[in-house]
């Protein structure tokens, strides 16, 4: 699969679904709650997606995984931010179950992500290092 076809992963369309199943609901908060930990949430939510996406389009398989890591970090900031939206009254316990399917598989799935790119940099053949990069780091 061509790197740059992120929309095509699993893990990019669970981070989607999620995202826009958080919309809606903190759309629909109150000014504050909104204002405050609304904005916060979408942000995080949002994170996911644009990080696999970001880390996708950089060419590298190291940066790849780094944007992976990232969005890792998103979905834990996510999860923060849905425990005190809930805590604070925000969601229902019915709309915190609803999530909880998406944001539970959503992590193994970024594990399995970045396992993968992981196995796709260490199938691809050791190439010699170029001239330049020799003569930089030879002692003059």
């Given at each position: 699969m061509n790197r740059t076809q992120f929309e095509n992963l699993r893990v990019y369309l669970l981070a989607e679904k999620l995202a826009d199943a958080i919309w809606p609901i903190a759309s629909q908060w109150h000014n504050f709650g909104r204002d405050t930990l609304g904005k916060q949430l979408v942000r995080a939510v949002d994170s996911i997606g644009a990080n696999i996406a970001e880390g996708a389009g950089q060419g590298s398989f190291a940066a790849n995984r780094h944007f992976v890591k990232i969005a890792r970090g998103s979905l834990n900031e996510?999860?923060?931010?849905?425990?005190?939206?809930?805590?604070?009254?925000?969601?229902?316990a019915?709309?915190?179950?609803?999530?909880?399917?998406?944001?539970?598989?959503?992590?193994?799935?970024?594990?399995?992500?970045?396992?993968?790119?992981?196995?796709?940099?260490?199938?691809?053949?050791?190439?010699?290092?170029?001239?330049?990069?020799?003569?930089?780091t030879t002692d003059h």
């Open positions: 996510t999860q923060h931010w849905l425990r005190r939206a809930y805590q604070r009254r925000l969601l229902t019915e709309q915190v179950e609803h999530l909880r399917i998406t944001v539970d598989s959503l992590g193994p799935q970024l594990n399995a992500y970045l396992k993968s790119i992981g196995a796709k940099a260490a199938a691809l053949p050791m190439q010699p290092p170029s001239m330049t990069s020799l003569l930089r």
